[in-house]
Nanobody, 121 residues
Framework: QVQVVESGGGLVQPGGSLRLSCETS????????MAWYRQAPGKQRELVAT???????HYADFVKGRFTISRDVLKNIMYLQMSSLKPEDTAIYYC???????????????WGQGTQVTVSS
C-alpha cells in the first residue's frame, strides 16, 4: 500500500517552472518531517529540501533561491515549487516522510514511488 503519492512531474524547458505535490495521510503528514529527494541517472539519491512539522525548511545549496518547499495542513499535501529549472535538475523526484509513532518507538520512513522531471529544450 502506497502511503505517500507524488504527482506533478513532466517535461519542461530550461528556465521553466513546475510544481510537485506529495499527498499522504494526516498521521504521516503530522510526523517529524517531510522532504523531497531526487535521483538522476547514474547518480545517488540526494536531498533537495526538507520541511519539519513546525514548518522549518532546509534547502540543498543547488536549489536555494529556485525551489520552495511548503505544506498545506488542511489537505495533507506537501509541495515543491521549482523555478528557473536547469537541465541538471532532470531526475526522479521522491517524496519522503518520517514519523515516530511513540516516545520509545523507532522512526519510520516512508517513500513515494517517484515522479519524473525532465528539463530539456
Amino acid at each position: 500500500q502506497v502511503q505517500v503519492v507524488e504527482s506533478g512531474g513532466g517535461l519542461v524547458q530550461p528556465g521553466g517552472s513546475l510544481r510537485l505535490s506529495c499527498e499522504t495521510s494526516r498521521r504521516i503528514f503530522n510526523g517529524n518531517k517531510m522532504a523531497w529527494y531526487r535521483q538522476a541517472p547514474g547518480k545517488q539519491r540526494e536531498l533537495v529540501a526538507t520541511i519539519t512539522s513546525g514548518g522549518s525548511t532546509h534547502y540543498a545549496d543547488f536549489v536555494k533561491g529556485r525551489f520552495t518547499i511548503s505544506r498545506d495542513v488542511l489537505k495533507n499535501i506537501m509541495y515543491l515549487q521549482m523555478s528557473s529549472l536547469k537541465p541538471e535538475d532532470t531526475a526522479i523526484y521522491y517524496c519522503y516522510a518520517q514519523t515516530t509513532p511513540c516516545i520509545e518507538c523507532r522512526t519510520i520512513d516512508y517513500w513515494g514511488q517517484g515522479t519524473q522531471v525532465t528539463v530539456s529544450s
